[in-house]
């Protein structure tokens, strides 16, 4: 009879009505609605191992604590307050990555100038890099390795609150040449991509005479001419350092970073995109 699936089909929904209920109650719940697709053009600031800063038309500034430091004694001035993360050195003309294999050290470092030991209380992030003030020298636990790109690094992937004690150098260079594969890797870029840049390096570096006067050229560009911050910068096309620098003059650091190191590279100069906190 019709009335035998009606009954049956009724006494399932009232069995599972204190399921939905509980669900409803205690679970949480996706704003919007269930079938819209996210939207990609939007993020909120923190650190990755990827950077695509033509991606981004918004960025939000989070409050959510990255990490805590306690000094032992007196804070170093806030110009040497840098914290190093991720080092990005691949670059497909669009993202910046961090490289897939470790290179060859550098020969050496000197340090200079005052050290300053602290504790580091680092929030878990599901992530292998460790922060330390530019530039660590020595810590104690002995897990922690300090890679070729100056980061240091736990063994395993950060999944819960972890502290670790450090002493850092900020005054600091790196002595011996750069090794070939840290060279080739810092100077690499894809064929065919960012031309009008490539252009612009070569023009600049002509000009400038030496790679140090260069560099300085291209922090006077960014300085003088029409470039602006901002949080919310218009999205860039394929070629996003072209883009950017011949069209929108308008981003984030993340912008301003991927052009510059694109710029070095194509000029003949070996640069990478150190991210970290300020």
Same mark, same amino acid.
């Given at each position: 009879p019709p009335q035998r699936p009606l009954r049956a089909t009724g006494a399932m929904l009232l069995r599972a009505l204190p399921f939905v209920v509980v669900l409803f109650l205690f679970?949480?719940?996706?704003? +919007?609605?269930?079938? @819209?697709?996210? #939207?990609? @053009?939007?993020?909120? @600031? +923190?650190? #990755?191992?990827e950077m695509s800063p033509g991606d981004l038309s918004e960025l939000t500034l989070a409050d959510t604590v990255a990490f805590r430091v306690r000094f032992d004694g007196p804070l170093p001035p806030p110009v040497q307050r840098y914290w190093r993360g991720p080092v990005l050195s691949d670059f497909d003309g669009f993202t910046w990555r961090r490289p897939a294999f470790a290179t060859v050290p550098n020969s050496g470092v000197q340090l200079g100038g005052r050290g300053y030991d602290y504790t580091v209380t680092l929030e878990p992030h599901r992530r292998d890099w460790l922060f330390a003030l530019d530039l660590p020298a020595t810590w104690q636990d002995r897990s922690v390795r300090r890679e070729p790109d100056l980061m240091l690094a736990a063994p395993r992937p950060v999944g819960s609150v972890y502290s670790y004690r450090v002493r850092s150098y900020p005054q600091f260079r790196v002595t011996g040449a750069l090794p070939f594969t840290m060279r080739r890797l810092n100077l690499r870029l894809p064929a065919g991509r960012n031309p009008r840049a490539a252009a612009l390096a070569a023009r600049m570096r002509a000009g400038a005479g030496s790679d140090e006067r260069f560099i300085a050229a291209v922090l006077a560009m960014f300085r003088d001419q029409q470039f602006f911050y901002t949080l919310e910068p218009p999205r860039l096309d394929r070629d996003s350092v072209d883009d950017f620098l011949f069209n929108t003059r308008r981003g984030f650091c993340g912008h301003f970073a991927s052009a510059f190191t694109d710029l070095a590279r194509a000029a003949g100069v070996p640069a990478r995109v150190v991210t970290g906190y300020q």
């Open positions: 679970f949480p719940r996706l704003e +919007g609605r269930f079938w @819209s697709l996210p #939207d990609d @053009s939007r993020a909120i @600031s +923190g650190l #990755d191992e």
